[in-house]
Nanobody
Framework: QMQLVESGGGLVQAGGSLRLSCTAS????????GGWFRQAPGKEREFVAA???????RYADSVKGRFTISRDNVKNTMYLEMNSLKPEDTAVYYC????????????????????WGQGTQVTVSS
């Protein structure tokens, strides 16, 4: 019903920047909570950032002040602007969406999201 496709990952030097995109199809993204998660090798998927239907934003402490989540409703696309990247930011980054009918509380747990993209690799070299 809803498809999410990430893009923009790649290899970047520590201190550099990347802008990830997540384009939705099949539904209007602005009616969903949007989230970014990441998963490093051998580790669990962890919350990075979320944006509400009213454009409220929440960030993990590890990225607060460095990453910015946003949404372009005309393009039906969500973004993650990543600045001052560190080697520990290296992971596969996934975008996710939580539907309006989803009454699961919160935004930081992966299990509350209904739809997921396939992920895009971000590698930060030291």
């Amino acid at each position: 019903q809803m498809q999410l496709v990430e893009s923009g990952g790649g290899l970047v030097q520590a201190g550099g920047s990347l802008r990830l995109s997540c384009t939705a199809s099949g539904r209007t993204f602005s009616t969903y909570v949007g989230g970014w998660f990441r998963q490093a090798p051998g580790k669990e998927r962890e919350f990075v950032a979320a944006i509400s239907r009213s454009d409220g934003r929440r960030y993990a402490d590890s990225v607060k002040g460095r990453f910015t989540i946003s949404r372009d409703n005309v393009k039906n696309t969500m973004y993650l602007e990543m600045n001052s990247l560190k080697p520990e930011d290296t992971a596969v980054y996934y975008c996710a969406a939580k539907g309006e009918s989803n009454r699961q509380p919160g935004v930081v747990a992966p299990s509350v999201y209904n739809y997921w993209g396939q992920g895009t690799q971000v590698t930060v070299s030291s």
